[in-house]
């Protein structure tokens, strides 16, 4: 079974610039999670899908970041125009269910984003 | 609100040597708690989970007991191995959602 596949794996851009990331989730995962990662913390979630609809985006700073999955499989995160604090890794992770504490997530390997 | 507390890093071991991660949480209601692995240069996985007061993960070697008159979820392993070098991450869900809880993260690394 394929993993969950993010791509590209590492990005440098200008600020002010708009830069995308991309996820596939495992085949069959109708739930999809994108978190950013600062060094030395733990995962924050930006946004949970549920097939195509976002059900979790209370911590997506909506001015300058953008996220679909229009068909319910893979899925897009934008932030435009970059800022120098949004240098960090951008993790992907797919789940059977969203619902209930037993459900494992799996994640991609990340988007490392370095904004200069 | 809920929270997850693990011990600082780096921690710095010789091969075999016995290993302890602590890691303690907060929460409203009755969580399931998870160790995660990151490896250098890799993604996420998930290492061992317990969903439930006393139940015991365990997986490749480690192991962490679910204590809730402690409210902790410590990770150990009895003898460690250059390639358990990485950074390992404690969470937690309330058992009524979805979201996980994370701590820090804390970097492991094994001496030869």
């Known amino acids: 079974e394929a993993g969950v596949v993010q791509s590209p794996r590492y990005k440098i851009i200008e600020k002010k610039q708009p830069v995308a990331f991309w996820c596939n989730p495992i085949s069959g995962h109708n739930t999809l999670y994108w978190y950013r990662q600062n060094l030395g913390q733990g995962p924050e979630l930006l946004i949970r899908?549920?097939?195509?609809?976002?059900?979790?985006d209370s911590q997506l700073p909506k001015d300058r970041f953008s996220a679909e999955r229009l068909k319910g499989v893979d899925s897009t995160l934008k932030i435009q125009p970059a800022e120098l604090g949004d240098s960090a890794v951008y993790l992907c992770?797919?789940?059977?269910f969203g619902g209930g504490g037993n459900t494992e997530a799996f994640f991609g390997q990340g988007t490392r984003l370095t904004v200069v | 609100g809920d929270s997850v507390t693990q011990m600082e890093g780096p921690v710095t071991l010789s091969e075999e040597a016995f290993l302890t991660i602590n890691c303690t949480y907060t929460?409203?209601?009755?969580?399931?708690l998870f160790w995660y692995v990151q490896y250098p240069g890799e993604g996420l996985q998930l290492l061992l989970k317990a969903t439930k007061a006393d139940d015991k993960g365990s997986n490749k070697g480690f192991e962490a007991t679910y204590r809730k008159e402690t409210t902790s979820f410590h990770l150990e392993k009895g003898s460690v191995q250059v390639s358990d070098s990485a950074v390992y991450f404690c969470?937690?869900?309330?058992?009524?959602?979805?979201?996980?809880?994370w701590g820090a993260g804390t970097k492991l690394i094994i001496k030869p």
């Open positions: 899908y549920e097939n195509e609809e976002a059900v979790d």
């Open positions: 929460a409203t209601g009755y969580p399931s």
């Open positions: 992770a797919s789940s059977r």
């Open positions: 969470a937690l869900t309330e058992n009524s959602n979805y979201q996980l809880i």
